[in-house]
């Protein structure tokens, strides 16, 4: 297919890894921040391309992944109350909660289900009007225009039965959080290029002002990836520290104008608990006053934070970047994808699983 | 709310064309949980390529010169 | 009652019912029960020996022998490519197959769903006939029940089988060894993309097939052209990754594979792509991999693309030495990266 399988091609990517190697002249550590890029390095081994030194590190990427615990328990609570179906994207059923994941409770009898776009949930709100529909809205920037549609078209329709259990991420302050912690040693990012076609490149550039560090905008693709780890590295080496948008086929400066009118009118920024990184000031998004009668937390009762998770789990150490999965002791002995203790083993973007899935301890850190 | 066949390389889907008003029939969209939220330009797309036949011209350049 | 009733002409001469549906009394072995029997499961299967309306079937075989069972439950129970009937049967046919044996009679066992539309029943019906015709295989026994509306997902089926034996050695993981080629026999991801995508209501266009087949041709003309097979497994669910890690676990062997040889339909590819899911992990229902000696893999491979359903075979990768139970798979930049098995339900990804 035209605009994947030539940035899937074996020369262009060996090219690059080579033009890599010949530009970098000391070690630099590179931080991708989408679960969707984490996946890619692994699965077409990216990380093994790049010359000695250029170490990749794994981001809070996976929205998935930072959901809190209370979020999954207050999903669970809302979805076993009778004459309630709770929709949700197909990962978050797995994310454990502290008693049990989504389809625990599905087993239990609670109705659960996989939805492919939000706007199906809205239609099965109108198609059982004597049952509760709820959506579980979780995502980064990417999903925001997608969910926010969802609530404008039920406020639009009147649709009384249905309503959303919002834990909307925003990236940028996630980045920041990253560069704030006393440990950090990320010296350029590579930003999410999906999350950028919709909010653009411009809010960026305070923080790689602020902070001194390249930001390259980067798409999915191994040619992308791998050109995007060279526009870092060419910025690192000539002491530049600039927003670059790698992604210009799909990112426009400015982002997906009309994309964010909608998010704008139906969402506001709040303070949101990430999994692993705490509380961030404004890193979230819930529903807009206009739209406080679709609040499944208004409707259901407020989400209750209290955070808990297995002290064996490194997950947050990893979601900051500070460590890598091979080296929590419980990683592929005590935690797997069939048994997690930690979040970042559940979700297939989640660095864990994603090492789980294409390396092992063997294969896991050296690199060739 | 306007909608539109999308042809993913084989199978085709109906998706939703609200946030990309300009796209017209025959363009490239990335589409993300049943949204189309971009069009693809396509000469930035082809940039990447070009760039890398400089690189591999200015190579071949430098392996020329003894 | 009529007999011989062709696929088009469904009528049935006995009213089975006022009703259209099945009812808990079908179960009930009395004369309903009798009723829907005989005007649907024994004029559509239409077999003598499952006519004799005994309590169980007489055949004469020669062993040795395989003997296999499997249970077959599928959301939506009609899905392009196939249903549940057809599912049931070539299921089954292709377990013997993979044991080396010819299979030759099947028994059918049917749990019905109070409230069943009587012409689901019938659809069913006629495509385990139609399967087991294909296939060359007997529908020579069976046993229906009725449970409660909302015990049962509409229909349920199992098919034991059995096969005699044709290959000279025993086949199976523990005959594998290095060096041993590595053959698929055909493109991957067709049966589980088609399900999910018919469940859910995605909407593809065109509609992605399952690949729901029976695959003992290409093996019995393998085993009778003389070529040594070591070791054979269909590709059901789990798909492609899931059989090699067994076979590389069982074996105590290392497995290599090449990403790039292994056949994917583009449609099916960007099916996967749109859903989050690797299509080495995604189930099929008439694939499977041969393990043979490399002296006799070109002639493998010739014999398997000669019948339609593995036209596409192809020479995938190799048995290694070690490490035992590990599966590598190069993929499409030249890097190697560790297969493992689909952990939990296959879900949908986010992004």
């Not at chain 1, 259990?165 to 990012?189: K, N, Y």
């Not at chain 3, 290095?178 to 991957?188: M, P, Q, R, T």
Request: aromatic residues 6%; negative net charge; glycine residues 10%.
């Amino acid at each position: 297919m035209r605009f994947r399988d030539e940035y899937r091609d074996a020369d262009t990517a060996r090219k690059l890894a080579d033009t890599i190697a010949r530009t970098a002249t000391r070690p630099w550590t590179i931080m991708e921040v989408c679960g969707g890029q984490t996946h890619a390095i692994l699965r077409f081994g990216i990380d093994q391309m790049l010359p000695d030194g250029i170490e990749l590190i794994h981001g809070p990427g996976c929205p998935v992944c930072v959901t809190p615990v209370d979020f999954v328990d207050k999903a669970i609570e809302i979805a076993e109350l009778p004459a309630v179906t709770l929709c949700s994207f197909g990962d978050m059923l797995r994310v454990p909660g502290s008693r049990g994941d989504l389809l625990r409770a599905k087993s239990r009898g609670a109705d659960v289900r996989v939805v492919y776009s939000p706007l199906d949930a809205v239609d099965l709100a109108a198609a059982y009007p004597d049952r509760e529909i709820v959506f579980f809205a979780v995502g980064f920037e990417t999903t925001a225009p997608a969910n926010a549609m969802a609530a404008y078209r039920a406020r639009r329709a009147g649709l009384a039965n249905f309503s959303m259990l919002t834990s909307h991420v925003l990236v940028p302050p996630a980045m920041r959080a990253v560069l704030e912690a006393p440990d950090g040693r990320i010296d350029g990012f590579l930003a999410a290029g999906h999350v950028c076609t919709v909010m653009g490149t411009r809010e960026y550039e305070p923080i790689a002002h602020a902070f001194g560090v390249p930001i390259v905008v980067t798409g999915f693709e191994p040619v992308d990836i791998l050109e995007g780890i060279y526009l870092c590295v060419r910025q690192l080496e000539s002491g530049r520290n600039v927003v670059e948008n790698q992604y210009a086929r799909a990112v426009r400066t400015d982002g997906n104008g009309t994309a964010r009118a909608i998010m704008g009118e139906v969402f506001r920024v709040v303070t949101r608990n990430w999994r692993g990184l705490g509380d961030i000031a404004d890193s979230g998004l819930a529903l807009a006053g206009a739209y406080a009668a679709f609040d499944a937390e208004n409707r259901f009762g407020a989400v209750v934070s209290k955070d808990a998770i297995d002290a064996a789990c490194i997950s947050g150490a990893i979601l900051r970047g500070e460590s890598r999965p091979t080296e929590c002791p419980a990683f592929g002995t005590r935690c797997t994808p069939d048994q997690p203790l930690g979040v970042t083993m559940v979700s297939s973007e989640g660095a864990c699983a994603a090492y789980h899935r294409y390396r092992r301890a063997d294969l896991g850190t050296p690199r060739q | 709310m306007r909608t539109g066949r999308v042809d993913f390389g084989g199978v085709t889907k109906i998706v939703n064309l609200a946030y990309v008003p300009e796209a017209a029939i025959g363009d490239h969209v990335l589409v993300h949980v049943g949204f189309a939220i971009s069009v693809i330009d396509e000469a930035e797309a082809d940039r990447i390529f070009h760039h890398l036949q400089e690189i591999d011209d200015l190579a071949g350049g430098e392996a020329a010169a003894p | 009652m009529t007999e011989g009733n062709g696929s088009g002409d469904l009528s049935c001469p006995l009213p089975v019912d006022a009703t259209d549906t099945v009812q808990l009394a079908h179960g009930g072995g009395g004369r309903k029960m009798t009723q829907l029997l005989e005007s649907i499961v024994l004029a559509t299967f239409d077999d003598p020996e499952l006519n004799r309306r005994h309590d169980g079937a007489v055949v004469d075989l020669d062993g040795p022998l395989a003997f296999t069972t499997d249970s077959y439950v599928v959301r939506p129970l009609f899905f392009p490519g196939g249903d549940i009937g057809s599912l049931a049967v070539n299921g089954t046919v292709n377990d013997l197959a993979m044991c080396g044996a010819l299979p030759i009679c099947l028994s059918v066992g049917l749990i019905l769903e109070e409230g069943l539309p009587l012409e689901t029943l019938r659809r069913v019906a006629v495509s385990m006939r139609d399967a087991a015709a294909k296939a060359g295989v007997r529908l020579v026994t069976g046993d229906t029940k009725v449970v409660d509306r909302g015990k049962a997902d509409g229909l349920f089926v199992n098919t034991s089988g059995i096969g005699r034996i044709v290959a000279a050695a025993r086949i199976g993981p523990e005959a594998v060894r290095a060096g041993d080629a590595i053959i698929l026999s055909g493109d991957i991801g067709r049966h589980g993309t088609a399900v999910m995508a018919a469940r859910e209501a995605f909407g593809f266009e065109p509609a992605i097939e399952s690949d729901c087949a029976p695959v003992h041709g290409p093996v019995s003309a393998m085993i009778e052209a003389g070529i040594e097979i070591r070791c054979l497994r269909d590709l059901t669910r789990g798909g492609l990754a899931s059989a090699l890690v067994e076979i590389a676990e069982t074996a105590k062997r290392g497995l290599a594979i090449d990403e790039t040889l292994v056949p994917v339909d583009a449609p099916v590819s960007a099916a996967c792509d749109l859903l989050g899911l690797d299509p080495l992990h995604v189930a099929n229902e008439g694939r499977f991999v041969a393990f043979v000696p490399p002296q006799d893999a070109s002639r493998a491979l010739a014999l398997m693309r000669s019948f339609g359903v593995s036209r596409d075979a192809a020479v995938i990768g190799q048995v290694l030495d070690g490490p035992p139970g590990e599966v590598r798979c190069r993929g499409q930049l030249g890097i190697d990266r560790i297969v493992d098995m689909l952990s939990g339900e296959q879900l949908p990804r986010i992004c």
